[in-house]
């Protein structure tokens, strides 16, 4: 039906999928038909987002917001807790489809780890502007801390030591970015401003070129062998983020663009690197690949639904 002639219900959730998803969903496409045409070296492009625009974008979103410090705190307790129980939550759902043990520590990393960088950032910036941003950007990099930690012991079923899996945490070049802007907000001085400017810069194409990257990580996907094993277990995914990302933003007391920002990066899609985890420590990368993938595709069924719920 015509925009004008459709029910207000169905008219906002067609302008959220058009205005707000699909955009991201052309962009990533464009890097998926690249990657598709040409051989791209995907290695160097990611290296160049993990060690300079993610770094950048990280120390402009919070030396350039209001958030303090008990803001940052239930930021990250949130993003904690949606992790583990997401990760809990796997682990119970595996069981009962009596998965085998590589299989299963599998389905825990791909339900614990949601897309919150390419995919969650720009989302939240296009639904829910700036403000949502900068609380997306704690959600992202409390996250990517837990990658190289947690996500690593799940994945080598305990054969990672504590200390090496800390040891993850201090190779991430976005928590430098943050501790730099933590320490320069704490001290009330500022970068000079043509340092600052170039840094502003690469932090503003942060945004499309992960797009770009994950369009390019998606056309190295191959299709999925055990189709009814990766849609249970995308389903899964899908569902369960919503369900924990609102009860524990209830629980913690967030609102606002917080609430926004924290459930739509805990209802994000199967995150990428979680493929890179898969095939380091074998635990079923071609059906942890095929959940990125169905995950991704299907996110615009469940995320344009739950924008709309937290637009009212």
């Known amino acids: 039906c015509a925009r004008a002639q459709c029910p207000p219900e169905l008219t906002l959730l067609l302008t959220i999928l058009l205005e707000q998803i699909a955009p991201i969903l052309l962009a990533a496409g464009a890097g998926f038909a690249v990657g598709r045409a040409y051989k791209i070296d995907l290695k160097a492009v990611s290296r160049i987002i993990f060690y300079i625009f993610s770094p950048c974008l990280v ?7 209001n958030l303090n410090g008990e803001q940052f705190g239930r930021m990250a307790a949130f993003t904690a807790g949606t992790v583990l129980v997401l990760g809990l939550a796997a682990f119970l759902f595996g069981r009962l489809m009596r998965l085998e043990r590589h299989a299963l520590a599998g389905l825990v990393v791909i339900n614990m780890f949601g897309n919150g960088g390419n995919y969650g950032l720009p989302l939240n910036l296009f639904a829910f502007g700036e403000t949502a941003l900068a609380w997306a950007t704690i959600y992202y990099v409390v996250s990517t801390a837990l990658v190289y930690t947690v996500g690593i012991v799940v994945a080598s079923s305990g054969r990672a030591t504590l200390r090496q899996a800390l040891s993850g945490v201090f ?4 928590i430098y ?13 500022e970068l ?10 690469l932090s503003q194409a942060a945004l499309p070129v992960m797009l770009v990257v994950l369009g390019l990580q998606l056309a190295e996907v191959k299709r999925p ?33 917080a609430r926004q920002a924290a459930v739509v990066e805990a209802s994000m899609p199967t995150a990428v690197i979680t493929t890179i985890i898969a095939v380091e420590y074998n635990i079923d990368p071609v059906f942890v690949t095929g959940v990125v993938l169905v995950t991704t595709l ?10 709309a719920y937290l637009q009212l």
């Open 298 to 307: 299907l996110s615009p069924i469940t995320l344009t639904p739950l924008i």
């Open 177 to 189: 970015g943050l501790i730099l802007a933590i320490v320069m907000r704490v001290a009330g001085v």
């Open 225 to 257: 062998q055990n189709l009814r094993l990766v849609t249970a277990a995308s389903v899964f995914q899908l569902i369960s983020g919503p369900v924990v990302g609102l009860t524990l933003a209830a629980l913690l007391g967030l609102s606002g663009p």
């Open 171 to 174: 190779k991430v070049p976005m």
């Open 59 to 65: 120390f402009t979103s919070f030396t350039e917001s």
């Open 192 to 201: 000079p401003p043509t340092i600052f400017r170039a840094v502003k810069l």
